[in-house]
């Protein structure tokens, strides 16, 4: 019997899958056709993997957190695809932070972002989406780089990024633009409870990733290409040793993963800063952000680009003049290994709140008020049944400067407590200061004593050597909490430093500002600093809003606080203090009344005493919650400054 063909078949292509046509065919071309189908399905099969490998590898065009350099680049060759000149773009974003701006907040994938510090570093990628919240502590000004070069007939851009991913040459076409450098530090004093609080956000890229093995010592370790920890099963596919040990048959043992990823440079994967748990600096690389939006001491989130890059390394020996123009000193002082990178698409300034879990409370009066009563019955069984002082440790805390007239910062409470002795400082100060810690985030504490303010710091100052502004004790973020221990102050002999320390924390109390020291100059820096001095008297050299004598009755050994209840505190101390307040015309009348009454009776009081009691009014009120003054809440005021004044005679 013999077939005969209707008409020469043709593969056909069905959903990605090559099937065979429906014609009437001898038997043996009928198997070969097949045979034939069956390699072609075969070697597209391959392929597909090969895409989806290679896919993997690079990540998405679009996967704003594995690839983010990928949507730069294809947002820059869109806006230029779209008939932009690369000229009109310096100093501009081309969609790039909108982009970010919609897939972070609109598509609520900020929480996805892994935080970068010393616990998530080594789990997180280089050139994948991070976030690094800090103070920004210095400010090195402006870098110079190639942010667009032509690469043929084709515009490239190699903005946030360290390097180009391809050689740039010379004699192409490019832009060059700037960006601004800051030195960013995790917020001194910044409590570990506040760390604690975002270690539930895990890096979604680096959880399947066995942890890099603990670096070996070298004999030279000047540069990234020496932290040489290996991925756990990773081997380098153009590594010269491994080419070498195919060629010869061997099979891979353990012990020569190490050789293999040390030779030449490492993989990124290895080149993880040798940084200390309590220093963790961020050089930040900020783009097409106005300076003013950017200051000194503010915190912000910066979200962006980690990278880390074996030749950013500065020789000052080996600079061409093009880069010596171009390059900051103070670069040379900050290697990658020291201080890792983060080129910044998106910022945000943030407050206490942005610190803080939210508790499980409804915002209603009564739950202000409970909350209220509870932190002041510890902050009481704190200071030793001391109820008035607690009422005014209470007032201390939610002080804060929210206007300044001329010199004067108001809205500062500064507070002494007085009559400590060497049995209840002993007893006291400790759990003052930890209670302080457990519902601030950012505290600090300063034994004064003469050899410290003879020797140290407390103003930061400019370092002409590195470029650099070396930070002081005194720079501190706004909100920050510091407390002085004048008990150990014993007589002695102030040196110049000492004397210059003095009157620094003097001003810094008193206009709520600090000197930064520029060698040829001096410029006052704004404060908002909580200060709360402990002492036997009341401190001679450190003039405070308030004096309060001290006077415990009883120790409490407990002091048992639940996880719940301190953040419920925490909450509260940071809402109340950001309510705005006023005061209503009616009350205004009888505030003047009673200040002009007062002043009768008391020659001595001034402008100065007139101001605290309006603050102390003010914070009262934001206590319960109210953002006006009440009959109520000013007779508590004045009740309370008979209770002190009483203590003081």
Not at 296 to 325: A, H, K, W, Y
Request: proline fraction near 6%; hydrophobic fraction near 35%; charge should be negative.
């Amino acid at each position: 019997m013999t077939w005969t063909w209707r008409e020469k078949p043709t593969a056909v292509i069905q959903r990605g899958k090559i099937t065979q046509p429906p014609y009437i065919y001898h038997s043996l071309e009928k198997e070969k056709l097949r045979t034939e189908i069956d390699c072609l399905n075969l070697k597209g099969e391959r392929e597909t993997k090969n895409r989806n490998r290679i896919s993997t590898m690079v990540g998405l065009p679009y996967d704003c957190l594995a690839n983010p350099l990928g949507a730069v680049r294809l947002t820059f060759e869109k806006a230029v695809g779209a008939g932009s000149d690369p000229a009109a773009l310096d100093g501009k974003d081309w969609g790039t932070a909108d982009l970010f701006r919609q897939f972070l907040f609109d598509d609520g994938a900020l929480s996805q972002v892994p935080i970068l510090n010393p616990s998530t570093i080594k789990r997180v990628q280089p050139n994948t989406l991070v976030r690094f919240r800090g103070m920004i502590q210095d400010m090195l000004g402006n870098e110079f780089y190639v942010g667009a070069y032509k690469d043929g007939c084709k515009w490239r851009t190699n903005k946030f990024a360290d390097a180009s991913p391809c050689p740039v040459d010379a004699s192409s076409d490019s832009r060059i633009w700037e960006r601004q450098l800051l030195y960013c530090v995790p917020v001194p004093g910044q409590n570990s409870w506040v760390e604690s609080s975002h270690e539930s956000i895990k890096n979604p890229y680096t959880e399947s990733i066995s942890p890099p093995r603990e670096k070996r010592p070298r004999e030279d370790d000047s540069t990234m290409a020496d932290v040489d920890m290996v991925e756990s099963g990773h081997v380098p596919e153009d590594s010269p040793n491994l080419k070498k040990m195919r060629e010869d048959g061997r099979t891979l043992e353990p012990s020569d993963l190490q050789m293999i990823g040390t030779e030449g440079k490492s993989s990124n994967l290895s080149l993880l800063p040798d940084l200390e748990r309590n220093s963790f600096p961020c050089l930040v690389k900020t783009y097409d952000s106005p300076e003013s939006s950017l200051k000194l001491n503010d915190v912000f989130e910066f979200i962006g680009i980690f990278s880390f890059d074996t030749d950013l390394t500065v020789d000052r020996d080996n600079t061409d003049e093009l880069e010596e123009g171009f390059c900051e000193d103070a670069l040379v002082y900050l290697p990658p290994a020291k201080v890792p990178r983060l080129h910044c698409i998106v910022h945000r300034k943030i407050g206490v709140n942005d610190f803080l879990s939210s508790p499980c409370l409804e915002l209603t009066p009564s739950a202000i008020r409970e909350v209220r009563e509870a932190l002041l019955g510890n902050l009481t069984a704190v200071l030793g049944n001391d109820r008035v002082a607690a009422q005014y440790v209470l007032l201390h805390l939610l002080s804060r400067v929210h206007a300044r007239v001329d010199s004067i910062a108001v809205g500062k409470l500064s507070l002494n407590l007085t009559s400590f002795n060497k049995e209840s400082i002993s007893v006291f100060a400790n759990r003052i200061k930890l209670a302080v810690e457990n519902i601030l985030p950012f505290t600090e504490c300063l034994p004064l004593t003469v050899d410290y303010l003879n020797t140290v710091s407390l103003a930061p100052k400019k370092d002409y050597t590195t470029n650099r502004l070396a930070s002081g004790f005194l720079q501190l973020a706004a909100g920050s909490h510091l407390t002085i221990d004048e008990t150990t102050l014993q007589s002695g002999t102030l040196n110049s430093t000492g004397v210059e320390n003095v009157r620094v924390l003097k001003n810094m109390m008193q206009t709520q500002k600090v000197e930064y020291d520029f060698t040829y100059y001096k410029m006052e820096m704004a404060a908002d600093v909580q200060v709360l001095i402990l002492s036997e008297g009341k401190s001679n050299i450190l003039p405070a809003d308030l004096v309060v004598p001290f006077r415990p009755s009883a120790v409490d050994p407990t002091l048992g606080v639940n996880g719940e209840m301190l953040k419920a505190w925490r909450w509260y101390l940071a809402t109340m203090k950001s309510l705005p307040h006023a005061i209503e015309p009616h009350m205004q009348k009888v505030v003047e009344d009673d200040l002009v009454a007062a002043r009768q009776a008391d020659r001595s009081l001034g402008s100065q005493e007139f101001s605290r009691w309006l603050t102390m009014g003010r914070l009262m009120s934001i206590s319960f919650g109210e953002t006006s003054l009440s009959m109520e809440h000013w007779q508590m005021v004045k009740e309370l400054e008979t209770l002190r004044k009483e203590r003081s005679t």
